[in-house]
């Protein structure tokens, strides 16, 4: 029988995590220097929020909030800032930022905590591929915070001061994977199960008979793309596929492809950036879409936040990135875990 490993604030234990730790301040201070530099004004969202956000596989903390009246009302810890922040650029704010506890239920892991900090940040006015360089310079103010020339995790390595590869979502599924993605999108975004299927068996992978063309798709990313990107070098993921792309604007000229891109380095997916979708009946659409399959696949749907589809109408075209900066703090660190990057990790 094993052991039971000792808790993060037995003596010894906090004695091994603290340079992790204090390494953890020297990157925040690093990026809060670079985020003000930038002209970003820093914000503070609230959590507690009428809907958790509408990804169909993203998963909130439920609560209840009790008014003066003693009625009880259902309340949501946020899965990300997005909704309050965006409702701040419809206010007028052009450039903010905010370091973001946020929660994620059915998320445990050696990457995934159920409480962990978002860096998410918008650009009014500016073109989505500006964050990328936003991240690229963030990446390596962290691995120089943390007194290192590279990023890591396990036996993976990334330079962050080498040239960052742009690779769309398209040309990494023939690349990895031999599979044309295209093929199995109409030119009005719609997608086709049964090709993708049948791709997916032609390249030795398996798919199930309840399997929808996201879940597939899913499952041919995460088996033989994202492993091998940002590797050596970080890896921009970029032209995400209309129906995986909730939130984002479309791209201009091919309604099958958007505007949202993901970060990777050692093989971890860091960020998730989009040129910001404003339209706020077709935000409506895409958010019932989501929750029904949702509901098809767990049982449960939550509310819309209907005060954002509202702010929507006067959000100004901007560009809007999450980064997950207990990971980033890992691959700067080379910690092993994110538990070992967190101040007080969560108990279970």
Known sequence: MSTPASPWWTPHVHADRRPLLLA???????????LAGEGFLEVDPAALQVSPGNEAHLHGFATQMIGNDGLARPMYLHTSPEFAM????AAGEERIAAFAHVWRNRERGVLHSPEFTMLEWYRVGEPYAVLMDDCAAMLRLAAEAAGSRELRFRDRACD?????????????FARFAGIDLMA????????????????MAAAG???????TWSDMLSRVLVEKVEPKLGLGRMTFLDRYPA????????????????ERFELYACG???ANGFG???????????????????????????????????????????????????RLVMLATGAPRIDDVIWTPVAG
Do not use: C
């Not at 992978?205 to 399997?211: E, F, M, T």
């Not at 129906?243 to 201009?252: D, M, N, Q, T, V």
């Open 243 to 258: 129906a995986e792309a909730a939130l984002a604007r479309p791209l201009p000229g091919d309604a099958r492809l958007a």
């Open 276 to 326: 910001e979708l404003t339209n706020p009946a077709e935000q409506r659409r895409r958010f019932g879409l989501e929750m029904d399959e949702k509901h098809r696949v767990y049982g449960e749907r939550y509310p819309l936040d209907e005060e954002f589809l509202e702010a929507l109408a006067l959000m100004p075209a901007a560009s809007g990135i999450a980064l997950g900066f207990d």
């Open 86 to 89: 965006k409702k701040l650029l």
């Open 184 to 199: 199995t999108m109409a030119a009005d975004g719609s997608t086709d199960a049964a090709a993708l299927a049948a791709q």
């Open 24 to 34: 953890r301040g020297r990157i925040q201070g690093a990026l809060r220097g670079w």
């Open 205 to 211: 992978l398996r798919s199930a008979a309840d399997d």
């Open 160 to 172: 962050p001061f080498a040239e960052p590869e742009r690779l769309g979502v398209v040309e990494a």
């Open 268 to 270: 971890v997916e860091l």
